[in-house]
């Protein structure tokens, strides 16, 4: 009997020196090829910026010396939405220039005649925080989602009866939130940026997976479609800060721009789409140009310590706006650099900011429940 | 999967960036030489010493960041609402009024703490807070003086109670309660909203390689040299200016600012005379006069002229393949194959026999890309040679001729008088009744073969 349970121990003891010595021999490697693997991508990415500095001769405000500067700046809020229980989270505009979609933490998705400031329908989401809502291009649908990890496409109905979640679509089926949504240039598709760091184009119609864009090493928490001829491409922005450029038919990353010191909440192309904004939790707004492969011009100010949640450009592109965290809007001189005005009105967060497309007006939607219209 | 959580209070990342930053302007207020004066301040007829008032604040603030005094006042409200110094009249009240109110730096609670037990225990501290204190003494040296006057103030006052030492103390915590426990109505400046950063550890391999993999190519990439692509931007933003309504205003006026809709009725869509703005823009770039309606009927006609017009229609049809359903793709690929590519077709596009050959090929597996070389190769044919001799054209020039030029409203016109808002059919119903009358067209037995519409 002894001599079994002394056998017993020996064997265990026998099987865990075994498995001992196996990790030790499988752990080394892995950390070898982990070190290996960093000290390769180090270097590399050092080559790379030697590569992008060889050909940057001048600098951005060094070129716009000889153009004028900006005269005294003035908007006014001209209109104000109030309708939101909670903070407004998300907002897009209609191809009609007056009409918009809000989306808040309380769940519910509104859309809006911001001219005449009527609301015109209200769906109430099954999840709390709304972050992404879009206005598709005909204007006869709307599309939000959230912490439910999905995108959904909801027909604007004018039957006043009708429940517009009856007609409801899901389309985009994410592992975590949904932080950003977009239509392309039709109603049939949806691009998708989520908090599982990835970006997804789907069909609407079948809610397909048409592709996906891996890359990303954390949350992705923003994208732009590119206005360019060929329409292929779009940027995203994330936790990891880095913003990438992809190829959407291909699934490839094109470009990538790493130079923002914290998370990176916006993004969105300069009008002529040879370049992109950025507006990050470090309080500063960058320019990145794509041909020239680089960061060319940084928006910010030693006064202003609140990070940005949102940015667009006026429509010549020679005014960048953007919303921060401390409840002002910032007007930025793109050309020169310097800050043209700044903006107070909201009582809270600006969590979104867009430009209408006719670029007439700017909305603004923050967390003190209000929308505001700008001009 | 990950459960979100909100997070209440704590440190979140993304404001940790936010409360070093305020920490180095209150570092900078409390500096020995460019930092802020401060002195005794008078409350009613108690006098505390060691305070600033909140017209102070707001001096020092624009004078030290070039802003303007309405900017400081946000600024140094912003520092009051986070707690970094806290008012000592209405102490309920976390606002930083411009007069003579006065004001104080608030230490945090943890530090006074440990300088009051040092200064009672003459120096026997817990290891831990040993090590705790003296990070703080390194971090905040300056001020550390400040510090240890205000443990020691305390530590007075809860033994003899004097006035002054007994508001400042009041005031302090009640400060620290107000942004910790903010009453119902007040903004809870701790509030982040959602947690983020989701834990992607197990990820680093991949991540590395996809790294690598990224800036191998990048190195491989065709660069353009700054000047070039900075002179760009100039000339967009020239060329635009007066396309812009933001920075030049829009005629006849901004329909946000005079509540007068004429500038989108004389914008829309299929209009009898378009603007010139408008029509000046659809020689700005082929992009420009394709994206709107009429300016690409316009270009269409232009094409018929010249007996070249398949080459837009097949443009369309691509777009419509790219852009469209995925069920459809099959049905208007064939579509496609039998009006521009099929020889002897109606409308033959004339393609090099390479892309020719490939497209093709393509078509015998469609998918919704199968078209992208095709389009790509009569786009640029019609942007090269089409597009620039449109726009010598008399078609053009006439079309540019007779545009409007809007009147500029002014608006001393109406000072007085508030427009009513007029509201808009929604694209939604004009949709809904578009759809009513094809279904009808349809079950009126119309069919028409020959589509003239794409």
Same mark, same amino acid.
Request: proline share 4%; charged share 25%.
């Given at each position: 009997k002894y001599l079994s349970t002394f056998i017993k121990t020996l064997y265990s003891t026998s099987m865990i020196f075994y498995s001992c010595v196996l990790y030790i021999i499988c752990e080394v490697p892995l950390n070898e090829t982990l070190a290996h693997l960093k000290t390769e991508s180090e270097t590399l990415k050092s080559k790379l910026?030697?590569?992008?500095?060889?050909?940057?001769?001048?600098?951005?405000? +060094?070129?716009?010396?000889?153009?004028?500067?900006?005269? +005294? *700046?003035?908007?006014?809020?001209?209109?104000?939405?109030? =309708?939101?229980? #909670?903070?407004?989270?998300?907002?897009? $505009?209609?191809?009609?220039?007056?009409?918009?979609?809000?989306?808040?933490?309380? =769940?519910?998705?509104?859309? $809006?005649?911001? @001219?005449?400031? #009527?609301?015109?329908?209200?769906?109430?989401?099954?999840?709390? $925080?709304?972050?992404?809502?879009?206005?598709?291009?005909?204007?006869?649908?709307?599309?939000? =989602?959230?912490?439910?990890?999905?995108?959904?496409?909801?027909?604007?109905?004018?039957d006043k009866n009708e429940n517009l979640a009856a007609k409801k679509k899901s389309v985009a089926m994410h592992t975590n939130y949904l932080s950003a949504c977009s239509f392309t240039n039709s109603d049939m598709q949806i691009l998708t940026s989520s908090g599982d760091g990835t970006c997804a184009l789907w069909d609407v119609e079948s809610g397909q997976l048409l592709q996906s864009f891996h890359g990303h090493a954390a949350d992705v928490l923003c994208l732009d479609l590119a206005p360019s001829e060929t329409g292929n491409t779009f940027v995203s922005g994330g936790c990891d800060k880095k913003a990438n450029v992809w190829d959407m038919r291909s699934g490839q990353c094109i470009q990538s721009f790493e130079t923002h010191e914290s998370d990176i909440n916006s993004v969105r192309y300069y009008p002529s789409g040879d370049a992109f904004a950025s507006g990050s939790d470090d309080a500063t707004?960058?320019?990145?140009?794509?041909? &020239?492969?680089?960061?060319?011009?940084?928006?910010?100010?030693?006064?202003?310590? *609140?990070?940005?949640?949102?940015?667009? @450009?006026?429509?010549? =592109?020679?005014?960048? *706006?953007?919303?921060?965290?401390?409840?002002?809007?910032?007007? $930025?001189?793109?050309?020169?650099?310097?800050?043209?005005?700044?903006?107070?009105?909201?009582?809270?967060?600006?969590?979104?900011?867009?430009?209408?497309?006719?670029?007439? &007006? @700017?909305?603004?939607?923050?967390w003190d429940h209000t929308l505001r219209i700008w001009a | 999967m990950t459960i979100n959580t909100l997070a209440k209070g704590g440190c979140h990342r993304e404001q940790m960036a936010c409360f070093r930053k305020m920490e180095k302007v209150i570092v900078a207020m409390q500096d020995p030489d460019m930092g802020m004066k401060m002195r005794n301040q008078r409350l009613l007829i108690t006098v505390i010493p060691h305070a600033m008032t909140g017209h102070d604040i707001i001096a020092w603030l624009t004078h030290k960041y070039r802003i303007s005094e309405e900017e400081s006042l946000h600024l140094g409200n912003m520092l009051v609402k986070y707690g970094y110094i806290y008012p000592l009249k209405e102490p309920r009240c976390l606002v930083l009024r411009p007069d003579e109110s006065p004001y104080r730096f608030q230490v945090r609670p943890l530090t006074i703490y440990l300088a009051k037990k040092n200064i009672?225990?003459?120096?026997?501290?817990?290891?831990?807070?040993? !090590?705790?204190?003296?990070?703080?003494?390194?971090?905040?040296?300056?001020?550390?003086?400040?510090?240890? %006057?205000?443990?020691?103030?305390?530590?007075?006052?809860?033994?003899?109670?004097?006035?002054?030492?007994?508001? /400042?103390?009041?005031?302090?915590?009640?400060?620290?309660?107000?942004?910790?426990?903010?009453?119902?109505?007040?903004?809870? /400046?701790?509030?982040?909203?959602? !947690?983020?950063?989701?834990?992607?550890?197990?990820?680093?391999?991949?991540?590395?390689?996809?790294?690598?993999?990224?800036?191998?190519?990048a190195l491989g990439r065709n660069r353009v040299k700054s000047s070039i692509c900075l002179e760009g931007f100039l000339k967009y933003s020239e060329q635009y200016l007066n396309h812009d309504p933001i920075m030049q205003g829009c005629l006849p006026s901004n329909p946000w600012i005079s509540d007068d809709t004429a500038h989108w009725t004389m914008n829309a869509e299929i209009v009898p005379v378009p603007t010139r703005l408008r029509v000046e823009r659809w020689s700005f770039s082929f992009m420009e006069l394709l994206n709107d309606a009429m300016g690409r009927r316009e270009f269409m006609t232009y094409l018929e002229k010249e007996f070249s017009a398949e080459n837009l229609y097949f443009w369309q049809a691509c777009e419509d393949i790219r852009h469209g359903e995925s069920s459809k793709i099959v049905e208007k690929v064939e579509d496609i194959y039998k009006n521009f590519l099929a020889p002897g077709a109606?409308?033959?596009?004339?393609?090099?026999?390479?892309? %020719?050959?490939?497209?093709? !090929?393509?078509?015998?597996?469609?998918?919704?890309? /199968?078209?992208?070389?095709?389009?790509?190769?009569?786009?640029?044919?019609?942007?090269?040679?089409?597009?620039?001799?449109?726009?010598?054209?008399?078609?053009?020039?006439?079309?540019?001729?007779?545009?409007?030029?809007?009147?500029?409203?002014?608006?001393?016109?109406?000072?007085? %008088?508030?427009?009513?808002?007029?509201?808009?059919?929604?694209?939604?119903?004009?949709?809904?009744?578009?759809? !009513?009358?094809?279904?009808?067209?349809?079950?009126a037995g119309a069919n028409s073969a020959a589509g003239s519409h794409f």
């Open positions: 910026e030697e590569e992008r500095a060889k050909l940057h001769d001048v600098e951005l405000h +060094q070129v716009a010396e000889k153009v004028e500067g900006l005269g +005294q *700046f003035v908007m006014k809020t001209r209109r104000t939405l109030k =309708g939101h229980g #909670n903070k407004v989270l998300c907002m897009d $505009w209609c191809k009609d220039k007056r009409r918009i979609v809000s989306s808040s933490q309380d =769940g519910k998705v509104i859309v $809006w005649d911001a @001219f005449t400031t #009527n609301k015109e329908h209200a769906v109430t989401m099954p999840c709390t $925080w709304v972050m992404a809502c879009a206005y598709a291009p005909s204007g006869c649908a709307v599309a939000c =989602g959230g912490l439910d990890n999905k995108c959904s496409v909801y027909p604007l109905s004018l707004c960058r320019l990145y140009d794509l041909r &020239a492969d680089r960061e060319v011009a940084i928006y910010s100010k030693d006064s202003i310590i *609140f990070g940005v949640s949102s940015v667009d @450009f006026s429509l010549s =592109g020679r005014l960048l *706006f953007g919303g921060y965290n401390d409840y002002t809007i910032n007007v $930025w001189d793109v050309l020169k650099g310097t800050r043209v005005s700044i903006l107070f009105g909201h009582e809270n967060r600006v969590s979104t900011l867009r430009v209408s497309p006719d670029g007439t &007006a @700017f909305c603004t939607g923050s | 009672r225990k003459q120096g026997e501290l817990m290891e831990y807070e040993k !090590e705790r204190y003296s990070l703080l003494h390194k971090r905040i040296n300056h001020t550390w003086d400040f510090v240890v %006057m205000q443990a020691r103030e305390q530590l007075r006052a809860s033994k003899q109670r004097r006035k002054a030492d007994r508001i /400042v103390l009041e005031c302090q915590e009640q400060a620290y309660w107000l942004i910790n426990r903010p009453p119902p109505g007040v903004n809870n /400046v701790l509030d982040t909203g959602l !947690e983020r950063p989701n834990n992607f550890s197990c990820r680093v391999t991949l991540v590395s390689d996809f790294i690598i993999e990224a800036c191998r190519k109606a409308r033959w596009v004339n393609i090099d026999s390479k892309t %020719m050959d490939k497209t093709l !090929e393509g078509i015998k597996r469609p998918h919704r890309f /199968v078209m992208d070389d095709a389009q790509m190769h009569i786009y640029f044919l019609m942007k090269k040679d089409s597009y620039p001799r449109y726009l010598k054209s008399d078609l053009y020039k006439n079309m540019l001729a007779k545009a409007i030029v809007p009147q500029e409203t002014k608006k001393s016109v109406f000072p007085f %008088m508030r427009r009513q808002r007029h509201s808009s059919p929604s694209p939604a119903q004009t949709a809904t009744q578009a759809a !009513e009358e094809e279904g009808l067209a349809k079950g």
